[in-house]
């Protein structure tokens, strides 16, 4: 409970320090949304230029840090359905906006792990400018009064995502799954 977060993974038994910067992975997904990833360099970042010799095991644990030290789990019935309602790349201001009111944190200047940043982009508040994005781009209006529905619709409109995020996956296990495929697929490109 409350273990800090590694600084360091293990490839092949061999321990590497490890480069946790939250923008290394806010920009691979960033990335990863407009096919433009490098994994080359992304692995030079993780891994401080000191990429194991076993490629594909260095980018498994790479996956394994990015998923917050998660296994990839089985296939289950359990489908959640999901909407992409975010991208780092297009929301940055929001996203500093959200941390320098929700924790006062400054984003272009703090050293924060990418485990601790994404728990604190859960935790952001609901009036949280970034918070408020999310809502507005992945809100069922069915539900919504009408009123309300012209307004969400018309903020939405202004606010779309800068990529086609209908041809997202629809479920949380297939998003992840996604993005995971993007990543390896740029691996065997390189």
């Not at 920009?27 to 990863?32: I, P, Q, R, S």
């Not at 779309?160 to 996604?178: K, M, S």
Request: charged share 35%; net charge neutral.
């Amino acid at each position: 409970m409350f273990r800090k977060p590694p600084m360091s993974v293990r490839v092949d038994g061999r321990k590497y320090r490890i480069n946790p910067d939250f923008r290394i992975f806010a920009k691979l997904e960033a990335d990863v949304h407009r096919d433009k990833i490098n994994i080359e360099q992304v692995l030079r970042a993780f891994y401080r230029n000191d990429i194991p010799d076993n490629v594909d095991a260095a980018v498994e644990r790479l996956i394994w840090f990015y998923r917050g030290g998660a296994e990839q789990k089985e296939e289950s019935g359990d489908k959640r359905t999901v909407q992409l309602g975010y991208d780092f790349e297009q929301d940055e201001d929001a996203l500093y906006q959200s941390f320098a009111r929700d924790y006062k944190i400054d984003l272009y200047t703090v050293n924060l792990h990418w485990w601790k940043f994404c728990q604190l982009c859960a935790g952001l508040s609901d009036d949280a400018p970034f918070r408020r994005l999310i809502y507005i781009r992945t809100v069922d209006t069915s539900k919504l009064p009408k009123e309300q529905r012209a307004s969400v619709m018309k903020a939405r409109e202004q606010c779309q995502l800068g990529f086609d995020a209908q041809q997202q996956p629809r479920t949380v296990e297939d998003y992840e799954a996604a993005r995971i495929a993007e990543l390896r697929k740029a691996y065997e490109e390189a």
